[in-house]
């Protein structure tokens, strides 16, 4: 949920929006894994097409065009406003599973090293493949799922050392 301390940044600048209530908008789930989106006596049609929840990115069609979606909470908003930067090569510990789902591929392997960004495994949760990616530089220690596995939200998926 958009609150009024988020800002969504779509398409690398191309709109903004701020002080959003996400109770304008009327949605209905339809069966095939789209949206029905009525807002201002309009009709959209949506569809997610990628997610990545450490990054806060989505990828979205709506009305057959695309659209990439990028969410600042208020702390991402005032790092930017202050002309900070988080370090890139942040070092991590764990990664673990960011909602409950289905492991359909594991992209790494142990003793591999990985940076920011670097895909590890496929999550399908909600009938949506979700790609797993590093959040910072490591070492894979160990990978503790293997594919077809279900796993919880917050269970550990890779040991990085």
């Given at each position: 949920?958009?609150?009024?301390?988020?800002?969504?940044?779509?398409?690398?600048?191309?709109?903004?929006?701020?002080?959003?209530?996400?109770?304008?908008?009327?949605?209905?789930?339809?069966?095939?894994?789209?949206?029905?989106?009525?807002?201002?006596?309009?009709?959209?049609?949506?569809?997610?097409?990628?997610?990545?929840?450490?990054?806060?990115?989505?990828?979205?069609?709506?009305?057959?065009?695309?659209?990439?979606?990028?969410?600042?909470?208020?702390?991402?908003?005032?790092?930017?406003?202050?002309?900070?930067?988080?370090?890139?090569?942040?070092?991590?510990?764990?990664?673990?599973?960011?909602?409950?789902?289905?492991?359909?591929?594991?992209?790494?392997?142990?003793?591999?090293e990985i940076e920011k960004g670097d895909q590890l495994?496929?999550?399908?949760?909600?009938?949506?493949?979700?790609?797993?990616?590093?959040?910072?530089?490591?070492?894979?220690?160990?990978?503790?799922?293997?594919?077809?596995?279900?796993?919880?939200?917050?269970?550990?998926?890779?040991?990085?050392?």
């Amino acid at each position: 949920m958009i609150s009024e301390n988020m800002k969504v940044n779509v398409n690398d600048g191309q709109f903004e929006f701020t002080n959003l209530n996400p109770q304008d908008l009327d949605i209905v789930k339809a069966d095939n894994g789209q949206y029905h989106i009525l807002h201002n006596n309009k009709s959209f049609l949506a569809e997610i097409l990628e997610v990545d929840f450490v990054e806060k990115t989505f990828v979205i069609k709506v009305n057959g065009d695309t659209f990439s979606l990028k969410i600042s909470d208020e702390y991402e908003q005032l790092v930017e406003k202050l002309g900070l930067s988080v370090d890139q090569h942040e070092v991590i510990k764990d990664i673990v599973a960011p909602m409950p789902g289905l492991i359909l591929n594991v992209l790494a392997e142990p003793g591999q090293e990985i940076e920011k960004g670097d895909q590890l495994l496929i999550l399908e949760a909600m009938k949506m493949e979700n790609v797993i990616k590093s959040p910072g530089k490591g070492s894979i220690k160990s990978i503790e799922v293997s594919e077809g596995q279900a796993v919880e939200k917050g269970q550990l998926l890779i040991i990085l050392d």
